[in-house]
């Protein structure tokens, strides 16, 4: 793990952890078989760049801004209205990615000159502003984005299900557009992801933790943190809009609820904190148990209701109703803040380590 | 010698409350600067507004003659001022090393580079940890700042300013809640200071007799106003300061 970063990551436990879920990633396809499983391994590393990102902001900088979304929703639509409105190319998907790039960077450069300067409280309201303003902005111009409804698109040929690379299957896995679409978004998620380590461990990203625990020493040392905070939002965006972008062509499909949702920003931030803030470890742990859960608790609170109903148990089969399981959720949530308040990597640290006092 | 820094009229307004007061000085290289006056003098207060920590309400600061007035702290310090503080101001969940080396970082002009893990600047972390053997801190590098007892914790905020190698030093009270055993460290680092030339020290410090042996000159501060300025030996016995400031108890000054 010390791979292009320079700084492992502290503690045996986490060491391992960290690394079932790569193996688990990089292998799904051949060890979970089967749509959903696949869906699910999906969406974890798009939510592990996007949660990753994040961090880079809140965790490292100690900058708090509601308008993560935003850039990942200006990513999804970028691809996503670039591949139906130009036709299925490459040469489309880059143009748009491209275009939602320019425009994340534009628009996080802008709040963060505008912001960053005046209290952090204020940043977070701006943030909130603008995402708002998008969102309704992406609504309104249903002509163009579709609306409430989104869009619908198609890929690149070999990206898409029906394109076979071989004529029989790999290891029982059928060797189609939808594999090579898995190992693209592995492939670019670990590569930025590799790419944020590099960053949060080089003397930039120290000077952002410095600016994090006391930003007027920061200054006092000759620091000119506006332009260090607002080079963070910068990153934090690129990584979003790349994370947007993937979600949007392995979904085919980009819309307010799967690119925009304000939930979605609140799950990001509740991974953040559940994997451990201010370590980009924590975010693939986080992002991971999150999206498990939130794919599998539904299966297995059905069975566990189910199983209460047959045993004939009062109360339990309403409580383990599958529709309650955003309730669960919120429980171990907030169970976990109360025992491990700096996350999965904050519990998995040794003491010495700089995480814990 | 030109001066390295100068205040000229320099006011501060808190509301109706004038913290400093039309303070014109002039601050030399190779020139120890004892600033004493009595708690509430505005002695930080004067201090913030020559590193940009608080703007003027009135007047002008000149870093070697250059008007600094409109410049971010920031600014300042990359044009050569260095501060410790009175009131400790660390960064307190990184690591004593970690610190310094940020303040060497700084020194270096290292300030955006992302592409290169930090530890590859070998030279950086080298530079801190001499800081830090020092100062004599140099077997705590790896603790949290914030655990650190407060003698440690002022002596680390003395290292942060040494690591900046600035022209012009300020020292706000460095030795406060220090126990007795713990201040040599700190003033023998002065002491060497005064040894080049080419740096520019001031030092506030309640403690007549610190003054005594480091000062090469004395200026007094009470309600905000420069009210004597001149030789330690001279300014001590001045009537001025044996009434604003040692007039409680001028017997023991001496
Ligand atoms: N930000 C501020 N707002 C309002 N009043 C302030 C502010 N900073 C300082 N003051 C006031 O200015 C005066 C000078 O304070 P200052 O801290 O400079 O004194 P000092 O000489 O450093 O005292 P001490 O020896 O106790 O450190 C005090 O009356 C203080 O209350
Ligand atoms: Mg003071």
């Known amino acids: 793990m010390t791979l292009l970063s320079g700084d492992p990551s502290r503690g045996r436990a986490l060491q391992i952890l960290v690394t079932l879920v790569v193996i688990a990633l990089v292998f799904a396809p051949f060890l979970f ?24 902001l809140l965790g490292y900088a100690g900058i708090v801004s509601f308008a993560h979304v935003m850039f990942f929703g200006v990513g999804a639509y970028g691809v996503g209205l670039a591949l139906y409105g ?25 709040i963060g000159l505008f912001s960053l300067r005046v209290q952090s409280i204020f940043f977070a309201m701006v943030t909130l502003a603008v995402a708002y303003a998008f969102n309704v902005l992406a609504s309104q111009l249903s002509a163009f984005t579709g609306g409430e409804d989104g869009r619908s698109f198609k890929v690149p040929a070999v990206l898409q299900p029906g394109f076979r690379w071989l004529d029989h299957p790999l290891f029982g896995v059928q060797a189609n557009g939808k594999l090579l679409s898995y190992y693209l978004v ?71 609820d799967t690119a925009l949702s304000f939930s979605i920003q609140v799950d990001v931030l ?11 470890w924590g975010a693939v742990l986080g992002a991971a148990l999150f999206v498990v859960a939130e794919s ?49 990597v904050g519990a998995l640290t040794p003491p010495e380590g700089k995480g814990r006092r | 010698m030109s001066p390295s820094l100068e205040t000229r009229d320099l006011t501060i307004r808190f509301g109706g409350h004038v913290a400093v007061d039309h303070v014109t000085c002039a601050f030399r290289p190779g020139e120890l600067t004892a600033i004493v006056g009595p708690n509430g003098a505005g002695k930080t207060t004067y201090f913030n507004l020559i590193s940009g920590q608080l703007r003027a309400s009135d007047g002008a600061v000149l870093i070697e003659g250059e008007d600094v007035t409109r410049l971010s702290a920031p600014q300042r310090t990359r044009l050569g001022l260095g501060r410790a503080f009175q009131l400790t101001n660390l960064f307190p969940r990184l690591t004593v090393a ?23 600047r070998g030279d950086l972390i080298d530079k801190a940890d001499a800081v830090l053997d020092s100062v004599g ?78 000062a090469d000159r004395i200026i007094v501060l009470t309600n905000g106003q420069l009210v004597a300025d001149g030789e330690p030996a001279a300014v001590i016995a001045s009537p001025v300061v044996q009434e604003a400031y040692l007039g409680i108890a001028p017997g023991k000054a001496a």
């Open chain 2, 98 to 120: 970690e610190n310094v080396r940020l303040a060497v970082q700084a020194e270096a002009g290292v300030h955006y580079d992302m592409l290169r893990p930090w530890r590859a």
């Open chain 1, 33 to 56: 078989p089967g749509a959903k499983a696949m869906n699910t391994a999906a969406k974890t590393c798009v939510m592990i760049l996007l949660v990753a990102s994040y961090d880079v």
């Open chain 2, 137 to 214: 801190l140099g077997a705590k590098r790896d603790l949290q700042a914030a655990a650190l007892p407060h003698g440690d914790q002022r002596k680390l905020e003395v290292a942060m300013m040494m690591a900046l190698e600035p022209k012009v030093y300020m020292f706000d009270e460095p030795t406060a809640g220090m126990s007795v055993d713990e201040v040599p460290v700190v003033l023998d680092l002065i002491a060497r200071l005064k040894d080049d030339a080419s740096k520019t020290i001031l030092l506030v410090e309640h403690k007549m007799d610190v003054v005594r042996s480091l």
């Open chain 1, 296 to 344: 599998y608790l539904q299966d297995g609170m059905g069975a566990l209701a189910g199983l209460a109903a047959n045993a004939g148990l009062p109360l339990l089969p309403a409580l383990f109703d599958p529709h309650r399981w955003l309730l669960w959720l919120g429980l171990a949530f907030v169970l976990a803040v109360y025992f491990a308040p700096l996350g999965i």
């Open chain 1, 186 to 256: 592995v492939f670019v998620v670990a590569a930025a992801f590799l790419v944020l380590l590099r960053i949060v461990n080089s003397p930039f990203g120290r000077v952002l933790q410095a600016i994090r625990e006391n930003p007027f020493r920061a200054e006092a040392l000759g620091y000119r943190i506006v332009f260090h905070r607002t080079i963070a939002t910068c990153v934090s965006a690129l990584g979003a809009t790349l994370a947007g972008g993937l979600s949007a062509l392995w979904l085919r499909y980009v819309g307010p």
């Open chain 1, 270 to 280: 509740v991974m953040v904190v559940v994997g451990g803030m201010g370590s980009l």
């Open chain 1, 86 to 110: 130009l036709g299925a190319g490459w040469g489309a998907l880059f143009a748009g990615l491209g275009l939602a790039i320019l425009l994340s960077l534009a628009l996080a450069l802008a």
